[in-house]
Nanobody, 115 residues
Framework: QVQLVESGGGLVQPGGSLRLSCAAS????????MSWYHQAPGKERELVAL????????DYADSVKGRFTISFDNAKNTMYLQMNNLQPDDTGVYYC????????WGKGTLVTVSS
């Protein structure tokens, strides 16, 4: 059974850092890409970072370029999102997603940026 489990969210002050993790398990076929989405309170879910495995390319939303870094540890089957210089607009639930023939989602982890 496919599972994506996020962790690492929490409360952080503006300018602080967090690292989110997404542990992937149960995949019987190759994952094409994985990504992180952000859903701010009252807003739609938006893509913030993507990693494509065949090309090892990464891509970021303009709002997080230079601050967030997506990576994947093959040995641990875990995707990460290193988030630096966090701002109040970064507050929300962060979801990881995996694209195979279907798109799979985790349940999300809450990040709150506040002083």
């Amino acid at each position: 059974q496919v599972q994506l489990v996020e962790s690492g969210g929490g409360l952080v002050q503006p300018g602080g850092s967090l690292r989110l993790s997404c542990a992937a398990s149960g995949f019987s076929t190759r994952i094409h890409s994985m990504s992180w989405y952000h859903q701010a309170p009252g807003k739609e879910r938006e893509l913030v970072a993507l990693i494509t495995f065949a090309s090892a390319n990464t891509d970021y939303a303009d709002s997080v370029k230079g601050r967030f870094t997506i990576s994947f540890d093959n040995a641990k089957n875990t995707m990460y999102l290193q988030m630096n210089n966090l701002q109040p607009d970064d507050t929300g639930v962060y979801y990881c997603s995996a694209q195979l023939l279907l798109k799979y989602w985790g349940k999300g982890t809450l990040v709150t940026v506040s002083s």
